[in-house]
């Protein structure tokens, strides 16, 4: 499954930084996420769980980042296996650019699929994909809203940013490569 995108967030591209280094909100916004634990440096352990009608299932997976260019862009690795349900792997590219008052986020998804996933068509796996992937970016524009609201009502200083970012560990490829495993896994379950 090949899928890329762009979307415009209504804030800069330190504070869509800052969101998209933020495990509790990725956690909030990716369907399913019960883990997203760090377990050596740049690699993150992940667990999602889907239901999809009568379906459940937990899928297990690893993400890696690669080429970290805070605050531009990385890319990753994503491994997920469910079994006897199957699996998906691949690599995803993410990019932030400010673009006027907002800030772009464009990013590229290639991911194999095994298992049960590989018996279903094609444009079915794009459709999902597309509507997960829009589920994602909606509840991720409202966390990113609501924590710019909070910075904007809290003063701080250029030194208290610094240090975040500084402390941070870049965690937005997550969502995207997450994505690719709620894709993978929700096929691997049918």
Known sequence: MDMQGTRLLGSTQEQAWEALNNPIILKACIPGCEKFELTEPNTYSVV?????????????????????LPPNSYSLNF???????????????????????????????NSKVGGKIAQLGQRLIDGVAKSLAEDFFTKFEEQLKKQVVQQNAL????????????????????????????????????
Request: no cysteine; net charge neutral; glycine share 12%.
């Open 79 to 109: 491994d997920a296996t469910g079994g006897i349900a199957g699996f998906g792997k691949g690599e995803s590219h993410v990019q932030l650019k400010q673009v006027g008052a907002g800030v772009e986020l464009s990013y590229t998804v």
């Open 48 to 68: 999602v769980a889907l239901k999809i009608g009568p379906v459940s299932a937990k899928f297990s997976g690893k993400v890696s980042l690669q080429d970290i």
């Open 155 to 190: 003063p701080s200083t250029d030194e208290d940013i610094s240090t975040k970012n500084e402390k941070s560990i870049p965690s937005w490829v997550f969502a995207i490569a997450l994505l690719g495993i709620v894709v993978a896994t929700w096929f691997s379950t049918r």
